[in-house]
Nanobody, 120 residues
Framework: EVQLVESGGGLVQPGESLRLSCAAS????????MSWVRQAPGKELEWVSS????????DYTDSVKGRFTISRDNAKNTLYLQLNSLKTEDTAMYYC?????????????RGQGTQVTVSS
């Protein structure tokens, strides 16, 4: 059974940082591209970032480029997202998901999410 468990969210002020983690199990994590997606209140699910399996190529949506960093530790079956210089518009539920940019929004394998709230 595929399991994805996110953690690390919280309430922070604008400009602060958070590090999200996603513990994966039940599938071949090291062979899977992985993504972070998010959903803000009243908005559709949005792709945020992806990292490929073999060569760890990363990709980001324009609004987070230069501020967020995706990474992975295949030995720990864990995906990360470092969020720096957070803005109020980054407030959302963040989910890790299997797949890359092209299919992360439609994959059936997504965690329960971790809430990030950016507010002064």
């Amino acid at each position: 059974e595929v399991q994805l468990v996110e953690s690390g969210g919280g309430l922070v002020q604008p400009g602060e940082s958070l590090r999200l983690s996603c513990a994966a199990s039940g599938f071949s994590f090291s062979r899977s591209s992985m993504s972070w997606v998010r959903q803000a209140p009243g908005k559709e699910l949005e792709w945020v970032s992806s990292i490929t399996s073999g060569d760890w190529i990363t990709d980001y949506t324009d609004s987070v480029k230069g501020r967020f960093t995706i990474s992975r530790d295949n030995a720990k079956n864990t995906l990360y997202l470092q969020l720096n210089s957070l803005k109020t518009e980054d407030t959302a539920m963040y989910y890790c998901a299997t797949g890359g940019r092209s299919n992360a929004l439609v994959t059936p394998f997504r965690g329960q999410g971790t809430q990030v709230t950016v507010s002064s």
